[in-house]
């Protein structure tokens, strides 16, 4: 009697285990979606507009303004900040774009070098998950374009924002 109560109890056991070893192995499988992987977007966006806002000569808070606030600043460079971007989508190639702007000694901008910026701001998803970086941002706007369905016509006329 008490050989079939461990037999049953030892049964139940290895099923319940065996049925939680399924469960899990099935969450980390790459199919379907499982498991889920949130898009990381790290440092500033800069775009190509923010860049033709600068001119040498400018103040520090000028830039500021043009930028935004630099990510990165060195106690022993002073005068060289760092606008890195970071873009891992959950599934694909991670994104890694660089802008410096430096200062002379006088607090007046000198000069600035970096990546190719976009013209599209972080929050057109879709274009970010095609561009790639290296390919021109015109480029990925204009798959995104034949990618989608057009639209059918309103009669409604608007006109951009400049």
Known sequence: ???QFS?????????????AVTALTACSSGKWGFPY???VQQGNWVTAEQVSLLQVGMTAE?????????????VFHPNRWDYPYYFK????EPVL???????DNNGLLAR????????FQPS??????????????QEAEKSLQEATPALPDTGVQTTPLQ
């Open 1 to 3: 009697m008490n050989n």
């Open 7 to 19: 037999a049953l109890r030892l049964r139940k056991s290895l099923i319940a285990t065996l049925f």
């Open 37 to 39: 992987r949130a898009p």
């Open 62 to 74: 000028q830039v500021r303004f043009a930028l935004g606030t630099p990510t990165l600043t060195n």
């Open 89 to 92: 989508p959950g599934y694909g």
């Open 97 to 103: 774009r660089k802008f410096v702007v430096w200062f």
């Open 112 to 119: 600035w070098e970096g990546d190719e910026q976009p013209n």
């Open 124 to 137: 057109d998803y879709a274009t970010q998950q095609r561009w790639d970086g290296r390919q021109a941002p």
